[in-house]
């Protein structure tokens, strides 16, 4: 589990994370969620299937919200938001990269 922390930058806190026949996953639910939305976008990019610039940054408002209401309040979203949330932005920032190597090549050809 170390690995994730070094080189995921997951905290990993048991209160924020998912168990498995009471075994912690390596990584907290919202980078479970991110994770499994980068993977879902490589195959959606791979079928020719791209959201516009807009959509992207609007999937990224949850996580930012929620993240950032946690960060400067005492509120504390549940594993559920928190996966979501994370789902879809690693959807978005899965999307996005691809956008940004292909305007890099582009610019570069």
């Given at each position: 589990m170390?690995?994730f922390h070094k080189?995921?930058?997951?905290?990993?806190?048991?209160?924020?994370?998912?168990?498995v026949?009471?075994?912690q996953l390596?990584?907290?639910?919202?980078?479970v969620?991110i994770l499994v939305?980068?993977i879902?976008?490589?195959?959606?990019?791979?079928?020719?299937?791209?959201?516009?610039?807009?959509?992207?940054?609007?999937?990224?408002l949850?996580m930012?919200?929620d993240?950032?209401?946690?960060l400067?309040?005492?509120?504390?979203s549940s594993?559920?938001?928190r996966?979501?949330s994370?789902f879809?932005?690693?959807f978005?920032?899965g999307m996005?990269?691809y956008?940004?190597?292909c305007?890099?090549?582009?610019?570069?050809?």
């Open positions: 170390l690995l080189y995921w930058g997951c905290h990993q806190l048991a209160s924020r994370s998912f168990f026949y009471g075994y390596p990584l907290c639910a919202r980078c969620g939305g980068e879902l976008s490589i195959f959606f990019i791979f079928n020719g299937i791209l959201l516009d610039y807009k959509w992207l940054f609007l999937l990224l949850p930012i919200t993240g950032g209401i946690q400067v309040s005492s509120y504390e594993n559920t938001k996966v979501i994370g879809l932005s690693g978005a920032i996005l990269l956008k940004c190597i305007c890099v090549i582009e610019y570069i050809i």
